[in-house]
């Protein structure tokens, strides 16, 4: 009886638990401290030839140049108003920040990075997606009467804007199609997406959300040709059919989405929102969304980067009280398995 009753214990103890709890989607690897830096993070870019993460440190008045080799800031760039999108363009090394503030398009080359040029737009210029076969920059900028919102076609060979589009309300994040020639354009205050034509560069289409409104941040997924569109009345992930428009699928998501990122290595989406949280979804086969748990990171912390090349996300921590502002490094199952 004895025996029997070790036995059924180890039994019971090797058994898996029905209320085993899955891997994190993500888990913390490293975080950068910023000193000095102040305030809430908009946008990022990265140089991953020489290890460089930029971030928009919008409550700074500054993009901090990060060396992510020594995990420390080679350069703040200042003079800033309220930079918002980045885009860093390798085959010149050039980076362009949209600064909603001074309402225009600046470019830093060089090394250190210097100011090469600034282009007027208007008021919140915001996030910019790059084509790399035609070289143009499209830049969302503008929201009121005085300031129409449109979004700007930049030929960054020139540097300058060659056409405008006009759209409904200020316009939010933009992804690209680049072998369907497409860019994405979520225009918030209208509950639209605007879809723009690369070879004829005019709107091809408008999908209207029904889901959910004010929809802010944008990822797309060109193996199942689907748009993930981040929502915050309510709090919503929503996949749209990236051919027609079509809602497939919705999850419920945080308050507050400013950020969204497709890993195509677990076909997972992560939302960033600024209560604090990151989302994470596994996509199934019939275009489902499934939610794998939440990572709570700050108050505040709305945007990050996710890196395919490195198989990391970076969150912008906000400074709090005395504490600097910092970046946190999350790395995937991707990147633990190599480990």
């Not at 975080?31 to 993070?41: A, M, N, Q, S, Y």
Request: charged fraction near 20%; aromatic fraction near 6%; hydrophobic fraction near 45%.
């Amino acid at each position: 009886m004895k025996k029997f009753a070790v036995s059924l214990a180890l039994i019971l103890l090797c058994a898996p638990s029905s209320n085993a709890q899955p891997k994190p989607a993500l888990t913390l690897q490293q975080t950068i401290p910023l000193p000095g830096v102040t305030g809430k993070f908009d946008h990022f870019a990265v140089d991953t030839d020489r290890g460089l993460l930029f971030a928009a440190a919008t409550g700074n008045h500054s993009v901090e140049v990060i060396d992510l080799k020594t995990s420390s800031v080679r350069q703040s760039i200042t003079g800033l108003g309220k930079p918002h999108g980045l885009a860093w363009i390798a085959s010149t090394g050039s980076l362009y920040v949209a600064d909603g503030a001074l309402g225009e398009l600046r470019v830093y080359n060089g090394t250190p990075l210097a100011l090469a040029g600034k282009l007027k737009l208007s008021d919140d210029a915001d996030d910019m997606v790059y084509d790399e076969a035609s070289h143009l920059l499209f830049v969302g900028h503008g929201g009121d009467a005085a300031n129409p919102p449109k979004i700007a076609m930049v030929d960054t060979v020139r540097f300058s804007v060659v056409a405008s589009l006009s759209v409904a309300t200020h316009p939010e994040a933009l992804e690209i199609d680049p072998r369907g020639r497409r860019v994405f354009a979520n225009i918030a205050e209208s509950n639209d997406v605007a879809v723009i034509d690369l070879a004829t560069r005019n709107l091809a289409a408008h999908w209207k959300l029904t889901k959910a409104a004010d929809n802010v941040p944008l990822a797309y997924d060109g193996e199942r040709q689907l748009l993930y569109v981040g929502c915050r009345t309510p709090g919503t992930l929503i996949a749209l059919d990236a051919v027609t428009g079509k809602e497939e699928a919705s999850a419920p998501a945080a308050e507050g989405a400013d950020d969204l990122f497709y890993d195509a290595a677990l076909r997972r989406v992560y939302l960033i929102s600024g209560a604090g949280e990151v989302d994470s979804y596994q996509v199934g086969e019939d275009k489902s969304l499934h939610p794998l748990g939440i990572l709570t990171t700050a108050a505040g912390a709305k945007t990050a980067l996710f890196v395919p090349a490195q198989n990391l996300l970076y969150v912008g921590i906000p400074s709090a009280g005395p504490e600097p502002a910092q970046i946190r490094v999350y790395a995937t199952e991707t990147t633990r398995e190599k480990q």
